[in-house]
């Protein structure tokens, strides 16, 4: 395992792609019940007024760095992570190993409809693929899904109900999901399902993705707002001031 990077005391795997769906992988080997975080600027900022969030990803068996932001801090910071992993991307190259592992997954998330319709875009996308089930992410009572989820026998459960509710959420109920893996993939099933576009590549080669979803959704602008905080974050620290590691034994410190 290598040490983790810590940023304002949340942890971060220092892991390219490839290796975090490596660590997927092994972690639905080896059993048990685990929770994948993809954190990005907003959830670092979020995590220093709320300490349960903050506990809850620091507890993760793994989190990747979902945000170009996130990359830039750790690079200014002098403890360099190696490259983005979007949620999107790490969703697919699980799924696929999943289509050959014989592993069942659960899409949980979205409108009404979304999920059913990322389920059955992931068929036709990875055949051999096995959906234990699908549900919106508009429910009132938590009872009832995690029992359906739990009935289903997933072993991967990928969880879009916006973050930091999706990492809450999961964390609360792990135990009884009944899944190996449980992982918080935010707006991605909307890109499966085909209602929501990615960015073209260009687009993201030029990690401006978050411009490109602010343009399409003009709604999200106050969530953007956690974009200059986080930058006047980083600013403010001096370089090379984090360690690895260092972020298990401190607290978690204010904007």
Same mark, same amino acid.
Not at 18 to 31: H, I
Not at 80 to 109: K, N
């Given at each position: 395992?290598?040490?983790?990077?810590?940023?304002?005391?949340?942890?971060?795997?220092?892991?390219?792609?490839?290796?975090?769906?490596?660590?997927?992988?092994?972690?639905?080997?080896?059993?048990?019940?685990?929770?994948?975080?993809?954190?990005?600027?907003?959830?670092?900022?979020?995590?220093?007024?709320?300490?349960?969030?903050?506990?809850?990803?620091?507890?993760?068996?793994?989190?990747?760095?979902? =945000?170009?932001?996130? !990359?830039? +801090?750790? @690079?200014?910071?002098?403890? $360099?992570?190696?490259? /983005?992993?979007?949620?999107? &991307?790490?969703?697919?190259?699980?799924?696929?190993?999943?289509?050959?592992?014989?592993?069942?997954?659960?899409?949980?998330?979205?409108?009404?409809?979304?999920?059913?319709?990322?389920?059955?875009?992931?068929?036709?996308?990875?055949?051999?693929?096995?959906?234990?089930?699908?549900?919106?992410?508009?429910?009132?009572?938590?009872?009832?899904?995690?029992?359906?989820?739990?009935?289903?026998?997933?072993?991967?459960?990928?969880?879009?109900?916006?973050?930091?509710?999706?990492?809450?959420?999961?964390?609360?109920?792990?135990?009884?999901?009944?899944?190996?893996?449980?992982?918080?993939?935010? =707006?991605?099933?909307? !890109?499966? +399902?085909? @209602?929501?576009?990615?960015? $073209?590549?260009?687009? /993201?080669?030029?990690?401006? &993705?978050?411009?490109?979803?602010?343009?399409?959704?003009?709604?999200?602008?106050?969530?953007?707002?956690?974009?200059?905080?986080?930058?006047?974050?980083?600013?403010?620290?001096?370089?090379?001031?984090?360690?690895?590691?260092?972020?298990?034994?401190?607290?978690?410190?204010?904007?």
């Amino acid at each position: 395992m290598t040490a983790r990077v810590y940023l304002f005391g949340v942890p971060f795997d220092p892991l390219r792609l490839d290796e975090a769906a490596e660590r997927v992988v092994s972690l639905v080997a080896s059993g048990g019940c685990h929770l994948v975080v993809t954190a990005n600027p907003e959830l670092v900022v979020a995590a220093q007024s709320d300490r349960r969030l903050a506990e809850v990803v620091r507890q993760a068996s793994l989190v990747v760095a979902d =945000g170009i932001g996130v !990359v830039w +801090a750790s @690079r200014w910071m002098g403890t $360099p992570l190696p490259e /983005r992993v979007p949620g999107i &991307e790490l969703m697919e190259t699980v799924c696929g190993r999943a289509a050959t592992e014989g592993w069942s997954v659960f899409f949980l998330g979205g409108l009404p409809g979304v999920a059913d319709q990322a389920a059955q875009a992931a068929l036709r996308r990875w055949p051999g693929l096995r959906v234990a089930g699908a549900h919106h992410g508009y429910f009132r009572e938590d009872g009832p899904v995690v029992e359906q989820v739990a009935r289903s026998g997933a072993h991967l459960l990928f969880c879009g109900i916006g973050s930091p509710r999706q990492e809450l959420w999961l964390s609360q109920h792990l135990d009884w999901l009944g899944v190996r893996v449980a992982m918080g993939v935010g =707006g991605s099933l909307d !890109v499966l +399902a085909g @209602r929501t576009p990615r960015a $073209p590549s260009w687009v /993201r080669r030029l990690h401006l &993705e978050w411009l490109y979803r602010l343009a399409r959704e003009p709604r999200r602008w106050r969530r953007q707002l956690a974009l200059p905080r986080f930058a006047w974050m980083v600013l403010r620290s001096p370089r090379a001031g984090n360690r690895r590691g260092e972020g298990e034994k401190k607290e978690v410190r204010g904007a």
